[in-house]
């Protein structure tokens, strides 16, 4: 399925926004203890006071309430939301919660039997800032004040784009779409990159994360966002091994590692060289080939 990320996320507000805002929150009921980490304050606070606003904080959502108070949702993996005008029932097992209003109900389901989605409690701006990771909001920030965030460390930059303390909201998904708009290796290493090859990542990023707000937007059609997924038909690279790259036509290639991979295209990415796959790499060993020619070559044997 794949962690909603900033396209996702604020699409879901605008939609909750339309639905909610200014609305009194008559009821939240959980399915599930385990979904709210927090004690002070209590969940109840909220209960009867009207919804005064909504915030994206990175990947999470943010519901502010008369009095300062804050309920923040983070949807981690499976976690999906639905708005329905009947009070769905919450079972604890798919459905964990539920937010009732006058106009309607917004719920929250996970699939799977790891319930990782969590649900956050805070007063005022502190209580939001310490559940903030920190990181720029993409979409705002400068040339320069991306150049000092992305070079702040020496890491690769699959990894400096998806680090929630230097980049808000940008995760495995749309990294991927990032970097091949940008033409650039996702293992460069932030600190080696040239001036022109920063601008051209910062320039990728608010094209790439625009342009998918603006889609998403249109599949919605003014309706709430159903069928959020970070496989998306029209993406250029994520979700497409093996499949051909829509600008070169070579075959998108991927690195995996624990339960993630990383998709790129050889061509257009990396100047014909194969990064190297951890599980494969490590099968084939010295055999592994390092570019593309290398590659057909063994599969033709």
Known sequence: MGLPELPDVTVYIEAIGERALGQRLEAVRLGSIFLLRTVEPPLEAVQGRKLAGLRRIGKRIAFGFEGDLWMVLHLMIAGRLHWTTKRPKVDGRRNLASFDFPAGSLSLTEAGTRKRASLHMAAGEEGLRALDPGG???????????????????????????????????????????????????????????????????????????????????????????????????????????????????????????????????RCQTGGKLLADRALSRLLGKDWPSTLEGLEALKRR
């Open 136 to 266: 720029i909001e993409v979409l705002d920030c400068s040339l320069e004040e991306f150049a000092v965030a992305l070079t702040a460390e020496n890491h690769t930059l699959k990894r400096v784009l998806t680090d929630p303390r230097t980049f808000s909201g940008i995760g495995n998904a749309y990294s991927d779409e990032i970097l091949h708009r940008a033409r650039l290796s996702p293992i460069a290493l932030s600190q080696k990159l040239s001036r022109e090859e920063i601008g051209r990542l910062h320039g990728a990023m608010k094209e790439s994360l625009g342009y998918w707000v603006e889609r998403l937007r249109a599949d919605a059609a003014g309706g709430f966002p159903e069928g959020v997924t970070a496989f998306r038909e029209g993406m250029a690279v994520h979700g497409r091994h093996g499949l051909p790259c829509p600008d070169c036509g070579e075959k998108v290639q991927r690195i995996r590692y624990a339960s993630n991979e990383t998709n790129y295209c050889p």
